[in-house]
């Protein structure tokens, strides 16, 4: 699994969206489901699952900011927070045939 995170801001707060193993585990600890179950679940427009990756993948100072700050977010921010959400899914499981970039993360791992 390669880290990725996506910058953004949250009610004026710099913050990331970081699809990584830890964010994965976090999902599948809170719905009690597998993480691409829990993708799937979001991309069908439920709400839940939305909350649960947001939860788990936004990150404050390289921590997840949790469901409950999820879910005191109003409708258009979190609807703001939809494409990156889908960017840093798309750069952690690229299409087959596309590189991921290896490199990067070795440096970030030394």
Known sequence: ???????VTVKGEHLEIVVNVGAMIAVEKTARKGFMKVLAEMESGDLLPVSILLGACLKKNGKPVGVDFVESLYFDEMEE??????????LAFP????????????????
Do not use: H, Y
């Open 81 to 90: 927070l939809l494409n990156p959400l889908m960017e840093a899914i798309s």
């Open 95 to 110: 299409p087959a045939g596309k590189e991921k970039n290896v490199e990067a993360v070795q440096k970030t791992m030394k």
């Open 1 to 7: 699994m390669i880290r990725n995170s996506v910058p």
